[in-house]
């Protein structure tokens, strides 16, 4: 256990420093000898936050230990405070989650025992896009304490701070990371294709690319379908749920992140032969109502079609 605390400790002053808060190796190891743990309760530590990006996004996992110092059984209650730019993917330890996107507050899975140690393994991704060189967010915190209770100064804490690998694997010298405020998605289409079923009613298949632009927090993308009058239910492929706007397939997306896919609707038997135009128009999911956008103005397209005579 002393190794691990040890390391904790190194790893602490590192991100310390690179935050530029001016403390010194040898004075975090003291401040960290110096603090007693509560003679009741849970001790909670966080361990290192390093993400690595896999060619698409960035993604890592934070281990959380939390130890019941007291004799009795008891369940517990965890949250954590989420820096800008990170998002949780989910959980392993916790469970019956709920929060927003910078804090979510969750159960342990089962009853801890007295003096028992649990983990809880946090997996994390990032809005970033890849970087030549190390980046280090704001801190975060983890926090725990026995279900019940209410004395917010009660909860034992720690904080962390996510790393990003640099493109090459480097986690030296990393910069402080400041994500985009507002997100700027992009559509794009291709050539749209109508077909034709035996009962004369035609299908209506515009392919379209939609791709995060920044590293702005988002939960994905939605799309509003505004198709020729008489047009059938509009729906996507890959399947996502239409209920008034369409879902992008995928969740939440990265910066330079692109997601293809169609929007397909139907136009009845006995439409008349002419041009018509359909107009697409994407919208980043912020799940806290309609975002603004960097660039507004290539976040729709109008893809044209025939019906044949």
């Known amino acids: 256990m ?23 190796l040898l004075g975090a190891t003291a401040a960290a000898a110096e603090s007693a743990p509560p003679k009741d309760g849970f001790v909670v530590r ?32 965890f949250e954590i405070e989420i820096p800008a730019g990170l998002t949780v993917i989910t959980l392993d330890g916790a469970s019956a989650c709920f929060g927003s996107r910078a804090h979510w507050s969750c159960g342990m899975n089962s009853a801890m025992g007295p003096g028992e140690l649990r983990t809880v393994t946090v997996y994390f991704g990032s809005f970033a896009a890849g970087e030549r060189y190390a ?58 294709v109508v077909t034709r079923d035996d009962t004369g009613t035609y299908l ?43 879902d992008v397939w995928g969740g939440w997306m990265a910066s330079g992140e692109s ?12 439409t008349a032969p002419g041009s018509y135009q359909v107009t697409v128009t994407g919208t980043m999911n912020e799940n806290n109502g309609t975002p603004a956008d960097v660039t507004p103005e290539n976040n729709a397209v109008t893809a044209s079609f025939t019906i044949p005579a």
């Open 259 to 270: 997601r293809d896919l169609a929007v397909l609707f139907t136009m009845p038997s006995g």
């Open 135 to 192: 980046r280090i967010t704001a801190p975060g915190k983890v926090t725990a304490a026995p279900s019940g209770t209410t004395t917010r100064n009660a909860w034992e804490s720690d904080d962390y701070a996510g790393i990003l690998r640099s493109t090459t694997g480097s986690v030296r010298h990393p910069r402080p990371y400041q994500p985009s405020t507002v997100p700027d998605l992009a559509l794009t289409a291709g050539s749209t």
């Open 46 to 77: 966080a361990g290192g936050l390093v993400l690595t990006h896999n060619g698409q996004r960035y993604e890592g996992s934070l281990k959380v230990s939390i130890r019941n110092l007291s004799s009795t059984t008891v369940f517990g209650d």
């Open 2 to 24: 002393g190794a691990t605390f040890g390391s904790r400790r190194w790893w602490r002053a590192g991100v310390t420093a690179a935050l530029g808060l001016g403390m010194t």
């Open 204 to 246: 209506v298949r515009v392919p379209l690319t939609v791709q995060d632009r920044n590293d702005a927090f988002n939960i994905g993308a939605y799309l509003r379908i505004d198709a020729p009058e008489g047009h059938g239910f509009p729906h996507v492929e890959p399947t996502a749920i239409c209920i008034g706007v369409c």
